[in-house]
């Protein structure tokens, strides 16, 4: 942190007495976080044309001549470049950034120079000044960083999101057209789960600090877990009556999602399309027992073997349970966040 003190001051006076002017310190008297410094930094620029960079970033040579360049990896102990494939930003259904394969019209073109279509931009990036100012900046209500790239409102029941009627109103006033538009006409590569009707942690009440969780990503057999709501515990449950486990494939070039699938009696996680190409016993019925606007509640029974997933003690097992497919015996799971009712 010494740096960017009294050895920052020095450089900057150095330079300014050259050039007066030519380089600007923004201090802050407290943390603002990565969205609202970096509009401090717009604030402060007069020029036509502004550069928003992350802290870690290396200008290299010709950097100006491409807007959103693909960013080549430093290594931190040798310096050394080590080259990223040309890709275009986008993002899964975490709102993670994801890198993207250029897509075909662009690879038709033959000429790498060209720009690449790109659904989301990573947080570098050179724009107009006013253009920027024009379209709403960075949404300065976001106190963490990772959002700005998509900046959606992600609603949930018991999660205050905060005062977002400015951003709301930008929208109206720039006419913007709806997500669904954007997903099918700007960022098609990615996977819709129009299907689902309810998602989150599933729990049985025998033992509802233990959720289902898909174990280790080698063994494909699920297992219980103490509650923790992270990627792995994630469930999905659609009008195709499948459960999907774990991490969702964010496009449509992969097709790695895990289904829960009863194979010879044996609860087991098999990717998707290969358990529908083999027909496997991969559909459930949950039905709804409890009807709630926020979770589902009741057994889950196989559809052809007719057994249900339930919880056995197990001694071998460190939480005292395990899971079984058996005879149903009337255990009832449940699921947070139903999207729309299903009663069959």
């Known amino acids: 942190m010494d740096e960017l003190k009294e050895k920052l001051q020095d450089f900057v006076a150095e330079t300014n007495n050259q050039r007066p002017g030519f380089i600007k310190i923004v201090r802050h008297s407290k943390q603002e976080g990565l969205i609202r ?18 802290a870690h970033v290396e200008f290299n040579i010709g950097w100006r001549r491409i807007i959103s360049p693909s960013f080549d990896n430093i290594k931190y102990d040798t310096f050394e470049i080590e080259e ?20 075909k019209n662009w690879w038709h073109k033959g000429n790498k120079s060209a720009p690449i279509p790109s659904p ?11 253009y920027f100012e024009e379209i709403g900046l960075l949404d300065e209500g976001m106190e963490v960083y990772g959002g700005e790239n998509v900046e959606l409102g992600i609603r ?16 109206k006033k ?10 099918v006409n700007i960022y098609p590569e990615m996977r819709m789960y129009s299907d689902t009707i309810a998602y989150g942690v599933l729990k049985n009440s025998l ?36 459960l ?14 895990k289904c829960l699938v009863d194979v010879n009696g044996r609860v087991r996680l098999i990717e998707c399309s290969y358990a529908a190409a083999k027909r496997m016993k991969m559909h459930w019925l ?22 249900c997933l339930e919880l056995v003690t197990g001694s071998d097992n460190e939480f005292g349970y395990q899971l079984a497919l058996q005879k149903c015996t009337g255990q009832k799971w449940f699921i947070t966040n139903v999207l729309f009712s299903n009663s069959s």
Not at 244 to 257: A, E, F, I, Q
Request: charged share 20%.
């Open 37 to 54: 410094s970096r509009v401090s930094g717009w604030r402060a620029a007069s020029a036509p044309v502004v550069a928003l960079f992350d």
């Open 244 to 257: 999907h486990v774990g991490l969702l494939s964010p496009t449509v070039d992969d097709d790695d999602n």
């Open 207 to 242: 033992k509802i600090d233990l959720c289902l969780d898909q174990g280790p990503d080698n063994d494909n057999v699920p297992i219980l877990y103490l509650c923790h709501g992270m990627t792995p515990q994630n469930v999905y449950y659609t009008s195709a009556h499948q």
């Open 120 to 130: 989301a931009l990573i947080g570098c990036f050179v724009v107009d000044r006013l």
């Open 156 to 171: 949930d029941s018991g999660i205050d999101i905060g005062d977002i009627s400015e951003r709301k109103a930008l929208r």
């Open 286 to 307: 949950f039905t709804q027992v409890t009807k709630s606007f926020w979770y589902m509640r009741g057994p889950i029974q196989n559809r052809k073997s007719k057994r």
């Open 174 to 183: 720039l006419q913007c057209k709806t997500f669904r538009w954007y997903l």
């Open 84 to 103: 990223y494939p040309l890709s275009a930003q986008g993002f899964d259904w975490e709102l993670w950034c994801r890198y993207l394969n250029p897509p």
